[in-house]
Antibody, heavy 118, light 110 residues
Framework: QEQLVQSGTEVKEPGASVKISCRSS????????IHWVRQAPGQGLELMGT????????SYSQIFQGRVTLTRDTSTSTVFMEMNSLKSEDTAIYYC???????????WGQGTLVTVSS | QSVLTQPPSASGTPGQRVTISCSGS????????VFWYQQFPGTVPKLVVY???QRPSGVPDRFSGSKSGTSASLVISGVRSDDAADYYC???????????FGGGTRLTVL
């Protein structure tokens, strides 16, 4: 069964950093791009960036450029999303998703809630 | 502001035909397939239409998609109360070199 499993809920203070993991199983890890999607409370889906697990090449949406870093570990089929300088507005659910083609995202991770609060 | 424009809300009564629109441009919808996702509160988005008009297995045939020019539509024929959810369109944008989402449409079944 193809699936992505994310790390658990995080609570951080403003200014801190957070690193979320997304472990894949059931398919060949290096064959598909992984994207990260943010969903703030009551808001829509916001693409953050993507990583090519085969090469490690990354691309980021403009608003996240410089604050988000995507990495991968091919030995554990895991992708990581690290965001620094957290603000209260970064409180959201963060999803990883495998992109099969174009804008076909499947499967999705279960989501990781990040709460930024003092 | 999303690259793809969707109405923030849509509604219908059970059994009605409901259409959700998604407006884009020549750099995205016009030249690429469109994908539609359904999301219930507290759950992960689920694909309901792929490649503009194809349905994944397990998705009821009352869901259908179409595309014309720079716009796409998701049609729910005979909407049911359990179709009430948020719906997002998505496609590839050639100018941005990556996928893009619409802002989402909340469907209410009255």
């Amino acid at each position: 069964q193809e699936q992505l499993v994310q790390s658990g809920t995080e609570v951080k203070e403003p200014g801190a950093s957070v690193k979320i993991s997304c472990r894949s199983s059931g398919y060949t890890f290096i064959n598909y791009y992984i994207h990260w999607v943010r969903q703030a409370p009551g808001q829509g889906l916001e693409l953050m960036g993507t990583i090519n697990p085969r090469t490690g090449t990354t691309s980021y949406s403009q608003i996240f450029q410089g604050r988000v870093t995507l990495t991968r570990d091919t030995s554990t089929s895991t992708v990581f999303m690290e965001m620094n300088s957290l603000k209260s507005e970064d409180t959201a659910i963060y999803y990883c998703a495998r992109r099969a083609e174009l804008a076909w995202f499947d499967p999705w991770g279960q989501g990781t809630l990040v709460t930024v609060s003092s | 502001q999303s690259v793809l424009t969707q109405p923030p809300s849509a509604s219908g009564t059970p059994g009605q035909r409901v259409t959700i629109s998604c407006s884009g441009s020549n750099s995205n919808i016009a030249g690429n397939f469109v994908f539609w996702y359904q999301q219930f509160p507290g759950t992960v988005p689920k694909l309901v239409v792929y490649r503009s008009n194809q349905r994944p297995s397990g998705v009821p045939d009352r869901f259908s998609g179409s595309k014309s020019g720079t716009s796409a539509s998701l049609v729910i024929s005979g909407v049911r109360s359990d179709d009430a959810a948020d719906y997002y369109c998505a496609t590839w944008d050639d100018s941005l070199g990556g996928p893009v989402f619409g802002g989402g449409t909340r469907l209410t079944v009255l």
